[in-house]
């Protein structure tokens, strides 16, 4: 079992690193700890002993290996979005932020390619990637706070992975910093590459739990010229959902369907963005492609499926502001909900497609059971559910456990899985047996002690803990 580090031994890292890190690079003033103690996972508060600040591979790779030969538990953290707790110093030990390491390095238009250091926020490099007429598709909607790091290493999704994919498509190659201090580059750096066991895929989700990416190589696509996006209003969830399905089966794939449901409206309307007052459920639906005419003609057909689905109303964004508009009230929903109630577990299940309405009226069914109010909104067209449930009082938490269970359980059963994009971390490290085999637990365990044999890095999270 780990504990916290004695402070001796904490003593005898910050001598080492006081000599490879310079002041204002290792923090252990009490602001600083208590900042890095939470993330936005709503898991606890779990204070680190130190904060470092590497400015480069090189500062990574000492501070890595310091911690490393002192037993001292080191964790990544990117810009503490995470959802999962995965960047929580649950030992408390070092946290080791990747901030200052935020430089675009290159952008390379010739070969589609950016690279870049992982602090860099994913938003700033959409838009610098834009402005040379090139796309990075994955935008997680904390795209204008979250790190690259992060992204690499929960694999994030955000609404156009539907059409686009996750992170893992577009990260080629990788400099990492092993748990042994030893720096690796892998993957390649042409689109096309499969020499090898795919390290990169070994790394891009691994949470933290492996080692820390110091440089990252991301492909880059040509900017789809035209956009279009509707918000697609109807009386109910079950309709809206039932929708998703009717587009796809009409042979539609819009780059962006989004779901929310009566608590999500009801929580974001009238913040920048006013819904008619017949919506209690929406979806936001977006189309991309390089011919004004054809993207227009395939939002249309959309409409006329959603129609026939039941749509109460459609308003299709007129401008870039309108759609921006639309976005920003989406990416306030996880806020705008977390004010309806003092408390708020977010859950990201996944489940197939066709399973969706189901889902959502086992999961509203089982709210009223338990007297919770469950939100539910997401990446409806990859099957995404974000469902959250909403409490006032600590009193309500067994029955908050209870619904958290019940609703992994149930999407396990329906095929799903316990996280389409927050990752496991330690949220939902207990309830990863529920989704995999006993083997496939032993064989993850195996590869972690493999490359981290003391288990100094990032401990206590994704696998069960060996009881
Ligand atoms: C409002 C809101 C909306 C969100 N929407 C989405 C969404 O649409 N899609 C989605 O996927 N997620 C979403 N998230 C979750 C979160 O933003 C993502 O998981 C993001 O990738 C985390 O990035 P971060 O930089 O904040 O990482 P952190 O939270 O700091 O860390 C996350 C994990 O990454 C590890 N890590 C960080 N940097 C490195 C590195 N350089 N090398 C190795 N490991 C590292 C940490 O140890 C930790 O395990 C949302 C969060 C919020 C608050």
């Known amino acids: 079992m780990r504990t916290r580090p004695t402070p001796q031994t904490l003593a005898a890292l910050r001598e080492r690193l006081s000599k490879v890190l310079e002041p204002g690079q290792l923090r252990d003033d009490p602001e ?265 003609a395939e939002l249309v057909r959309v409409g006329e499926v959603c129609e026939r689905a039941g749509a109460v109303d459609t308003a299709v964004a007129q401008s870039d502001a309108q759609r921006e508009q639309l976005w920003a009230a989406r990416r306030v929903v996880s806020r705008a909900l977390r004010a309806l109630k003092k408390f708020k577990i977010s859950e990201d299940v996944a489940v197939p497609r066709a399973e969706i309405p189901r889902v959502i009226e086992e999961l509203k069914a089982m709210g009223a059971e338990l007297g919770l109010t469950v939100a539910t909104y997401g990446h409806a067209g990859d099957g995404n559910l974000h469902a959250n449930i909403l409490y006032d009082s600590e009193a309500e938490r067994p029955r908050v456990e209870e619904a958290i269970a019940r609703m992994l359980k149930l999407t396990v059963k329906a095929g799903g899985t316990i996280t389409g994009e927050h990752g496991v971390g330690y949220a939902k490290r207990d309830y990863l047996a529920l989704e995999q085999a006993q083997g496939v637990i032993t064989l993850q365990r195996e590869l972690k002690r493999l490359m981290d044999p003391s288990g100094f890095f990032n401990p206590g999270k994704i696998l069960p803990l060996v009881p």
Request: with cysteine; proline share 6%; aromatic share 6%.
């Open 32 to 296: 600083t700890l208590e900042e890095f103690a939470q993330d936005e996972s709503d898991t606890g508060k779990f204070l680190p002993d130190l904060v470092a600040f590497p400015a480069n591979t090189s500062q990574v790779v000492e501070v890595v290996r310091a911690c490393g030969s002192l037993d001292v538990p080191l964790t990544p953290v990117g810009a503490r979005s995470g959802k999962s707790g995965g960047s929580l110093c649950l030992y408390g030990g070092l946290a080791l932020c990747l901030s200052r390491m935020a430089r675009i390095v290159s952008i390379q238009k010739e070969n589609g390619v950016a690279v870049v250091e992982p602090g860099v926020i994913t938003g700033e490099l959409m838009k610098a990637v834009e402005a040379q007429g090139l796309f990075y598709p994955p935008d997680p909607n904390s795209l204008e706070f979250c790190s690259l790091g992060g992204n690499i290493a929960e694999n994030a999704g955000g609404p156009r992975a539907f059409k686009y994919g996750v992170t893992r498509d577009y990260v080629l190659a990788l400099e990492w910093v092993l748990p042994s201090g030893e720096v690796l580059r892998v993957g390649h750096q042409p689109i096309k590459g499969v020499a090898g066991y795919d390290l990169v895929g070994l790394f891009v989700g691994s949470e933290g739990t492996l080692g820390v990416a110091t440089e990252i190589t991301l492909q880059l696509l040509p900017l789809p010229t035209v956009v279009k996006t509707a918000l697609i209003c109807f009386a109910s969830v079950a309709e809206a959902a039932k929708a998703v399905g009717a587009v796809l089966q009409a042979g539609i794939l819009p780059r962006t369907l989004e779901l929310l449901d009566d608590v999500s409206v009801k929580a974001i309307d009238g913040r920048g963005y006013d819904f008619p007052p017949r919506a209690k459920a929406a979806l936001i639906v977006e189309v991309d492609g390089g011919h004004e005419e054809a993207v227009f």
